[in-house]
Structure formats: C-alpha cells, structure tokens
C-alpha cells in the first residue's frame, strides 16, 4: 500500500499557536490519566456563579446509564457568552450577519447591543409566561434573532430546540408535540439564495396539529404579508421594543438541559438529543479555541446552519463563550454565484472557515477562477465536517483556497457528541486528506470487533467506532426516553458509547471514519434515517410498500434511492415519480427528495418477512455483481428484476 501524503504545519503557524505536538501529547496524556485533575482545570474556561464539586460522575453499565459532569455547579449560559465580555469587549463586534443578498447591508452587532437584544427577547418570553425549564421550539432562519432567542432562553433557563427552517410543518408539529413546547418563535418569510421560504404559513399549518395554548412569537424580518392570529401570534420585534433592555439571568444547575435537538436514528422517529448546560459549555468552547486555534481578535466563521449541531455549538455558544466575533451567514454558497463563500471571506477578513465537503464538492465542480479572483490571505485555518471528505475535494480546499498555507482540520463529531471528538489541532498533529486524524483532549476512542464485540488494540484495525468513556460534551438522554438512549447507544457494546459509525486506524494511529454501519445516512452532510423516508413514501394512498438507501452521489456524498412497490391496480409513471418526489418534500423537507425512484414488483425478502437490505443496497451502488449470500431469500427472482431495471448505472 503507498503511504499516504502527511500534511504538517509550517513553522510559523506552530510558533504561534495555542497548542504544538509536545504540548497535545502532555495535555492527552494529562486528560485521561486523571480527568478530576484535568477538568477541574479547563473547566475555569467558563465563569461559575456557584463552584461544583463532583468533576465526574458516569456509569456506561447497561441498562444504568448516567452522565453527569460538574453538579453541584451552577452557572448561565448566556452571561459566559455575553455578560463578562462587556467589561472587556463590548464595542467589540460579536456577530457580522451577512445577509441572503450580497448587496443588502451586513450588520455588525456587538457585544453591548447582543446584551440588550438577548435581554430584550428573554423579556418578551417572559412576557408570555415562558419559565425555567418550560421547551421553545425555535424555528427561524439564518437572522441575528436566532441567536437572540437562543441566548434568550439560556437567560432565563427555557430549554430550546431549533427545527431547521428547511423543515416540513408535519415535521416542525411532531417536534413542538414530542417536545411539548409552550412557544415557536418563526419569522413572516426567509429569503435564500434569491427564493423565499414561508415561515409563518408553515407555522401556521404545523400548529393545526399542536394544543391551541402553543404561542406563536413572529420575527418580521422581510415585512412579507402573512396571516395574523391576533389572540396567539405576537410581534417580536414590536414587542421587544416595548420591553425593558435588561434581564437578570436565572442561575441555572449544571445538569440543567440547555438544549433539545431532533436527530435522525435507524428507526422512523427522530430523536430529541439533550445537552447540559455546564458541560457542554465548556466542551464547545474549549474545543472551538484549540482546533481552530482561535486567538483573540480574529474573524471566524461557521457557514453551517442554526438548525444543525454545527450551527449551535460552532456558531454560537463555543465562539461566543470565547468572546469571538463570529459570522453569521443567511445565504447559500451559490448564489448569486460560485464566489460567494470567497468573495465573503474577503469583504469580512475571515480568518477561521469550516463548511461540509458537499459545499466544498459543488462549488470545486464549478471551476477555479471563482476562488482565485477573491483575496483569501486573511484565512488561517480551514475545517469540514459532517461526512467523510474525499481527498480530491480536500486537496482542492487545501491547494487552491488555502494556497497550501492553511492547516486543514477535519473534525469528526455527531449530534450527540456537543462538540468535536476527533479532529487534528492544527499546531499539533500533521494531518492526511480523508482522516480525522487523533482524539480530542479527554477522548478515549476505541475500535471494537462488530462480531465479537472485543477492542482491537493492535494497529492498523478496522471495526465500529466506540467511546471507552465520557467527555463533558456528551449528550445525557433522549427527551422524555432514557430508556432509548440506553438502547440506542449502550446497548450493542455493553460498557460503551456506540458511535454508528464505522472506522479504521491505520499503523500511526489515525483514524479513517468510513460511514454508518446502521440505517442512517448521509446526504450533503445532513443525517437521515432510512426509515423516516421509507414511512413517510407508505403514508402516500398508491404505495403499498417501500424500501430506501443511500448510494454514492458525486456532489451529495450519498443519494436517497428508494424502491417502491405501489397498490394493486396503480401504473408507474414519470407523473407518480415526481408526485412522490414532491409528497416526500412535503412530508420531511427538501432535504429528504428522493434522488432516484425505482418501481419494484417486489421486495427481496428473508423467509421471515425481513427486507434484505444488503441486496438492496448492492442494487443502489451498481455492483450487483457481488450480492453475497442470497440463500435466505423467499422469492429469488424478485432480485433479478431489481437488477434488470437498475436506476444508478455508473
Ligand atoms: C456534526 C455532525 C453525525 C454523523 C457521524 C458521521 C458523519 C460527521 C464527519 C463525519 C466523517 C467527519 N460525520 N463528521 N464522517 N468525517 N469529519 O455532522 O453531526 O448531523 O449528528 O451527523 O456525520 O457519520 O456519525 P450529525
């Protein structure tokens, strides 16, 4: 096998960077010989109103699984991300928003001014009898009020849970009902890429499916004419201006929720992943600091989405609890062309850049020169995440946007994680194209056998990728079902965190993710669950059955292919095709658009009923050659037909 090319950092980028090889060796070795020592340390990163006692408390023993991580401590979220700034920094920009048009005026809010709107909006939740612990569903586009009402919540100790914009109503309506949220904070209308999209109207029809007493609170952000409820629907930002600019924060317990986010899982119903308050605090700081390595003054900015991990801990509550000025970006990378992620970069200095190789594969697909007529020598350091990234797409991130100057960390992390997990430190660890390279501080990755369940110690080593321990950024439960969250993840590999993913080590150590081994996957950077495609395809009154995996796709990274069986008496058509491409968007959002729809007289099933998956996904990616064992199937000539009519042929 020929080695893979390493990719070390310059001298002078080690000279000045927050963490070198030495230092990444002694503060490993620190973190997980004695984690009390090591936390009690790097907790101070963050400002406790009342100090805790216990550093750790964890049991990943099935079925007692629990994880807590500095109780006793009391602490706000928003006051580490706003208010012991002020004294220092506050006419220092916080957030640049930079606007869906490139024309329209970017704003830059600072510290001082984030103070008095996050005040002003927890005053307005207030206002509509919002408490400690009571969940707002956070449905909003890419505007400074999303953080404000983020922060606002953690102000006064509501817990929030964004639903991505691009979400359906059916979708946003089974999170307000799972969550029981008392509120959704929407906006009239949300321009992207030159379209809009209609908040307020899906608001409207989500809540045709949620109890009556959920308040709607209304961001006019493009002053679109919308339907108006008079005793349900509030003006925000009316209502902000009648309030007072200052609210007291809630002290709140460092087990506290902060936060639910709805993920994806193997089964059809998403799942609400539930994050601390201190824990997570301090995970998404303090991993923001070093694998950025952010230093004080530079420009950083995280082209993700609110709606996604990503957005909540890179955008918002990391940066800001290190006092950054971060970018807030309401556009799409394309519009309205190729350069706008560059041309961005340039008007703003941005000094820190992370986006998905999905973005990075599109906009490498569309020629060079709209990378080479921006001025990049602002960038320093440049993050992926959210899937593998293929070395083509990572040689053209690191050789034409960061003209080989600029260390690439490709950070491997999940939903349930809070936060980074395996990423190279850019002063520390000399990367490889497609790796993410070594364990965070106080992370203890191991690979397991899948068969037998045991570690292999030995490298190189392939299996499933676990966690032997618990980090402070770790998720605690699934919303309202500890047991699933004992099920899901501690279940398989008794004893440890199971990731879902696959991985490999080679002989230096690294580690290679190489995808979900489970029913999820993986589109332009977005987790879906195969099953939540495939209920909601049998929902539609001509399908009678329905099957869906993922295949390679060129720019998405994975495809949704989906098998289809309809009714007795329907016709297949091109006509059926799109309506049930449309019934998905529909049902899930556009994210969820099937890429390819194949009619399938049949399914390959097991004698028992159970669908053959395997087959099916051989089928999607085109090597139908190699099926391995088929011995169980009922009915074997179902799987020459799939064959036959194949949809992916290259
Ligand atoms: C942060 C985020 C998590 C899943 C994860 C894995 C994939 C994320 C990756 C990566 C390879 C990376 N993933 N980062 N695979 N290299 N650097 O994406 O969270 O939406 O929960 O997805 O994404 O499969 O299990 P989430």
């Not at 509550?317 to 990378?333: C, I, R």
């Not at 965070?440 to 392939?462: C, K, R, S, W």
């Amino acid at each position: 096998m020929t080695k893979t090319k390493t990719y070390a950092p310059s001298e002078d980028f080690v000279a000045k960077a927050h963490i070198d090889a030495a230092k990444y060796e002694e503060m490993y070795a620190a973190s997980v010989e004695n984690p009390e020592a090591f936390w009690t340390e790097h907790a101070k990163r963050i400002d406790w109103i009342e100090p805790f006692k216990t550093v750790k408390n964890v049991s990943f023993a099935h079925p007692d699984v629990s994880i807590k991580w500095f109780e006793e401590g009391q602490l706000n979220v928003s006051v580490n991300c706003i208010d012991r700034h002020l004294e220092t920094r506050g006419d220092q920009t916080a957030i640049i928003w930079e606007p869906d048009n490139p024309d329209d005026e970017a704003l830059h809010i600072t510290y001082r001014e984030l103070h008095e709107k996050v005040c002003r909006m927890a005053n307005v939740l207030l206002s509509q009898g919002i408490m400690r612990g009571d969940r707002v569903v956070i449905y909003l586009p890419m505007i400074p009020e999303a953080a404000y009402a983020m922060l606002a919540c953690a102000r006064i100790g509501a817990i929030h849970s964004i639903v991505f914009a691009g979400f359906s109503p059916d979708a946003l309506a089974n999170r307000i009902n799972d969550s029981g949220a008392k509120a959704v904070i929407t906006a009239d209308t949300a321009p992207r890429g030159g379209k809009r999209t209609a908040l307020k109207s899906n608001t409207d029809a989500a809540l045709l499916h949620c109890s009556d007493k959920v308040r709607c609170l209304v961001v006019k952000h493009t002053g679109d004419q919308t339907t108006w409820i008079d005793d349900r629907d509030v003006d925000v930002k009316a209502m902000m201006q009648q309030v007072g600019p200052d609210c007291p924060p809630r002290p709140m317990g460092a087990e506290d929720p902060l936060f639910v986010l709805y993920t994806s899982g193997s089964t059809g119903k998403p799942k609400g992943v539930v994050h601390s308050s201190g824990g997570y605090l301090v995970w998404a700081a303090m991993t923001h600091e070093y694998v950025f390595d952010y230093h004080e003054g530079d420009i950083y900015w995280c082209a993700a989405d609110v709606g996604w991990v990503t957005g909540h801990s890179y955008i918002v509550y990391g940066p800001l609890a290190n006092g950054a000025t971060t970018l807030m970006f309401e556009g799409v990378p394309t519009y309205p062309d190729a350069s706008r992620f560059w041309q961005t970069i340039e008007k703003h200095k941005v000094n820190q850049f992370y986006t998905a190789p999905t973005a990075l594969r599109a906009l490498m697909g569309q020629g060079n020169d709209f990378v080479t007529k921006s001025d990049l020598s602002s960038l320093k350091v440049l993050g992926t995440v959210g899937e593998p990234i293929n070395p083509e797409a990572w040689n053209w991130y690191n050789d034409i946007v960061g003209k080989g100057n600029c260390p690439i960390v490709d950070t491997w992390w999940q939903t349930e994680t809070g936060g980074h997990l395996l990423t190279p430190l850019p002063g520390a660890i000399a990367t490889k194209p497609g790796s993410a390279t070594l364990p965070f501080f106080g992370v203890q990755p191991v690979i397991l056998d899948p068969q037998t369940g045991e570690e292999i110690t030995t490298n190189p080593a392939e299996g499933v990728l676990c966690m032997k321990d618990s980090w402070p950024g770790q998720m605690r439960t699934v919303y309202g079902d500890h047991e699933r969250f004992v099920k899901t993840y501690f279940s398989d590999y008794k004893g440890y965190y199971f990731s879902g993913d696959g991985c490999r080590r080679d002989e230096d150590g690294y580690y290679w993710i190489t995808g979900r081994v489970d029913d999820v996957i993986n589109v332009s950077g977005h987790r879906m669950g195969t099953a939540e495609v495939e209920s909601a395809l049998v929902a539609h009154a001509k399908v009678s059955e329905a099957a869906v995996v993922g295949y390679p796709h060129e720019v998405k990274g994975q495809g949704i292919y989906c098998y289809v069986t309809l009714m007795n008496g329907q016709e297949p058509s091109e006509d059926l095709r799109k309506e049930l491409r449309d019934w998905v968007r529909k049902e899930i959002g556009p994210i969820a658009s099937p890429d390819l729809i194949q009619w399938a007289p049949g399914l390959p099933k097991t004698r028992s009923g159970k669908i053959m998956r395997r087959i099916l996904r051989k089928i999607a990616e085109n090597d139908y050659g190699a099926l391995g064992d088929t011995s169980t199937l009922a009915e074997p000539a179902v799987v020459d037909d799939l064959i036959e009519n194949r949809m992916n042929r290259s």
